[in-house]
């Protein structure tokens, strides 16, 4: 395979242009023509496909977000819609595709690998929620902004006695916030794979309080059923049980466009480059990731019919590391 894709697809994530850098320049080394694809799938539909040569992705490595663009497709989850993008890949006779994505990004592309097009994805969102690898591009990144940001709302709930609730991103897996909860210090962690009622995050709050600290903090993760809307509105309703008054912070988008992290920077060139070998050896089909610090690869069928799991170990931990 001579001609070669990539693109990336979903939320963004740090260290997104890390891993296109990696790929093109590894492609590059075994004299492959490498390919961008803009926007994503809608790109891929478009027919929105760049030539990319090693020296145009320089300076890329140390920027946030992703320069090839990124967008959510509903066409492309049509029949009709992935019709059009193979047409295109055809019309550019590109022979292999790399998806850099999360779950969404991934189910795509195992749908083009299913009628038969060589696909190979990267594990890229800052949820942890990818099946298939242990982390992926772009969790350290949001971890430690997601830190940044409770470390000094800590310092400012510290000065005033209050507590500070914090909500960080990670859709319905609870790995950002139960991370952070854990280096944070949080008094209490709500994530949605346990099951928590606002009355035992204000028990955790009033106890900190009898306790004698000068703040509490409570990290929850943005799918949790109990989310900081829920929990603002019971204590709203019930704050002479708290002790504490209650600040609420919704971090969003912000955990998303960070500078990569070291970490993320090398996972990024280690699945881009591990990405181009597969493809030189004529394997695809698979989506790299990593477990205990080794590349692996899962096959993309495996990858978008499972569901992984949260080792809630970390989240007992998170509860005697608060007492």
């Not at 749908?111 to 594990?123: C, D, H, K, T």
């Amino acid at each position: 395979m001579n001609r070669i894709a990539v693109l990336t697809s979903g939320g963004d994530a740090p260290g997104m242009n890390a891993a296109i850098r990696a790929v093109v320049r590894a492609g590059s080394e075994k004299e492959m023509k490498m390919f961008g694809v803009r926007d994503g799938y809608e790109g891929l539909i478009a027919g929105n496909v760049v030539r990319l040569r090693a020296r145009d992705v320089g300076g890329v490595i140390q920027h946030g977000g992703t320069f090839l663009g990124s967008a959510r497709s509903e066409e492309f989850k049509t029949p009709a819609g992935r019709e059009r993008a193979l047409r295109n890949l055809r019309e550019y006779n590109i022979e292999a595709l790399i998806v850099i994505g999360g779950n969404g990004s991934q189910q795509g592309a195992y749908e083009l690998s299913r009628v038969g097009f060589p696909v190979i994805g990267i594990a890229s969102t800052i949820d942890n929620d990818l099946y298939g690898s242990e982390v992926t591009l772009g969790v350290d990144t949001a971890t430690n902004i997601a830190l940044e940001a409770i470390d000094r709302l800590k310092v400012t709930a510290s000065s005033h006695r209050r507590a500070v609730l914090v909500e960080v991103m990670g859709r319905k897996c609870g790995y950002l916030a139960l991370m952070c909860g854990i280096a944070g210090g949080a008094e209490t962690v709500v994530i949605p794979e346990v099951e928590v009622r606002a009355d035992d995050v204000a028990r955790d709050i009033l106890e900190a309080y009898r306790r004698g600290k000068n703040h509490a903090l409570v990290v929850v993760a943005e799918g949790s059923d109990c989310n900081a809307s829920v929990l603002k509105q019971a204590f709203v309703e019930h704050k002479d049980l708290l002790g504490f008054e209650v600040r609420t912070t919704i971090l969003g988008h912000v955990q998303r466009g960070g500078v990569p992290s070291a970490s993320d920077r090398i996972l990024a060139a280690r699945f881009g480059v591990a990405a181009i070998d597969e493809i030189a050896k004529g394997n695809h089909g698979v989506l790299v990731g990593i477990e205990k610090g080794q590349i692996v690869l899962t096959p993309l069928a495996e990858v978008v019919s499972n569901k992984k799991g949260l080792d809630l170990s970390l989240f007992q931990m998170s509860k005697l590391l608060a007492t």
